[in-house]
């Protein structure tokens, strides 16, 4: 399962709107791919469609799409959202992350 802080939820239910989707049927598609500083990026964007091979979960009003592949690094993993100082966006909390580079956006196992 992957949850939605909220923080997150806040934001991506105005990001989603903004950009012309529904919160309450369209999808935070979230997966993985290769490279940044550590090795693996996080990926997030919305989406309308799912296909067959995807894990759909809803937490906390949001719904989230995760291809099989990209599950099995994020499983566990907590969206969040900051406004502060540092930069604002969101943020992966990922228990299976051994390291994470300094701004957040990869990570390696």
Do not use: Q, W
Request: proline share 2%; glycine share 12%; with cysteine.
């Amino acid at each position: 399962m992957i949850k939605v802080a909220d923080k997150a939820k806040v934001e991506v239910t105005k990001l989603m709107k903004d950009d012309g989707y529904n919160p309450s049927s369209d999808f935070v598609r979230v997966g993985v791919k290769s490279g940044g500083c550590s090795g693996l990026s996080y990926d997030l964007k919305f989406d309308k469609m799912c296909s067959d091979s995807d894990k759909i979960f809803e937490h906390n009003g949001i719904k989230i799409a995760v291809d099989n592949k990209s599950f099995l690094y994020l499983v566990g993993t907590t969206l969040d959202f900051s406004g502060g100082l540092n930069g604002k966006g969101f943020v992966f909390i990922n228990p299976n992350a051994s390291r994470t580079c300094g701004c957040g956006e990869s990570f390696s196992l």
